[in-house]
């Protein structure tokens, strides 16, 4: 492993596809544009495509060819195929847990194992194609209170891997705001309309802008927005506020939330299925990041 394998695996786990033939192995990436114009009214897809210069010279070196890149108004497509039997798509899928999508990919143990400059640079490649940070992003409304948002569609190991990984390199998760029925329909609100399944939403794990600084983007448009961000956020705050693991907070619980329906839908992992949880910190400690 090497840090630019490390980046190509983060990319692969953060927004990737797998598509295996007999003989072959194609691997499709996405970069969405997920607003078309940054904070500053600036075109979100230029950025990204002058930030596919610095992404090629770490890729193509690994996949021994030119990378192909499709680039459309909503998403950038950047994809590769090797053999099946070539020694860096093994190591792909071995990284990946085998998975064929980023919603059912596993970060293989020795992952935790890298150097720190590896881990950033995984956890970078995750954020490159999956994280964003926005003036919107502001936790509690509260001025200069920037966070960077990592959205992890139906992956509920991936949250806890991710939260680890940064735990790791000692960055505190803020918040993860799971896609689960006692985060994303509290009051059953959704629920007493018809639509049951209205919780099953992406999760989203949330940094503060200036513990996020040691990952960085290589997405030009999102780190100039990271350091701007982590400038005013400790114009605001004292960065003593923002270095705290949730265990070492008081933890809010909201009271008296309603029992859920879906609480028990078979779509929840085992470990959290049929549990009622009045706060994000105990449902991400069921599932394994604590202290």
Not at 45 to 56: E, G, N, P, Q
Not at 196 to 214: D, G, L, R, S, T
Request: hydrophobic content about 35%.
């Amino acid at each position: 492993m090497n840090a630019q394998m490390a980046y190509l695996i983060g990319m692969i786990l953060g927004n990737g596809e797998v598509q295996r033939k007999e003989d072959t192995t194609t691997i499709t990436i996405e970069l969405p544009h997920k607003n078309l114009r940054d904070d500053e009214g600036r075109e979100v897809s230029v950025y990204v495509k002058s930030s596919l210069a610095d992404i090629r010279c770490v890729v193509e070196p690994l996949i021994g060819h030119s990378l192909p890149i499709v680039q459309g108004k909503r998403v950038t497509q950047i994809s590769f195929t090797k053999p099946n039997a070539d020694y860096t798509m093994r190591e792909i899928m071995r990284f990946i847990g085998n998975g064929v999508h980023h919603s059912t990919m596993t970060m293989n143990s020795e992952l935790f194992s890298l150097s720190n400059d590896e881990k950033k640079e995984l956890l970078r490649g995750i954020a490159d194609v999956t994280g964003y940070i926005r003036r919107s992003n502001m936790a509690y409304g509260q001025e200069g209170f920037h966070r960077v948002y990592i959205e992890i569609p139906g992956n509920w190991q991936m949250v806890i891997d991710i939260s680890n990984m940064l735990k790791s390199l000692d960055i505190p998760v803020q918040t993860i705001d799971f896609g689960h029925p006692n985060f994303r329909d509290s009051n059953l609100k959704m629920y007493n309309q018809g639509k049951p399944y209205y919780w099953k939403k992406e999760h989203q794990v949330k940094i503060c802008a200036n513990e996020f600084m040691p990952i960085g983007f290589n997405i030009l448009h999102k780190q100039r927005a990271l350091e701007k961000y982590s400038e005013e956020l400790l114009e605001y705050l004292d960065e003593n506020k923002t270095h705290k693991f949730y265990w070492e907070k008081t933890i809010r619980r909201r009271e008296h939330k309603p029992i859920h329906p879906m609480e028990n839908d078979e779509s929840l992992p085992a470990v959290i299925r049929g549990k009622h949880y009045d706060s994000w910190t105990d449902l991400a400690r069921d599932l394994g990041y604590g202290e």
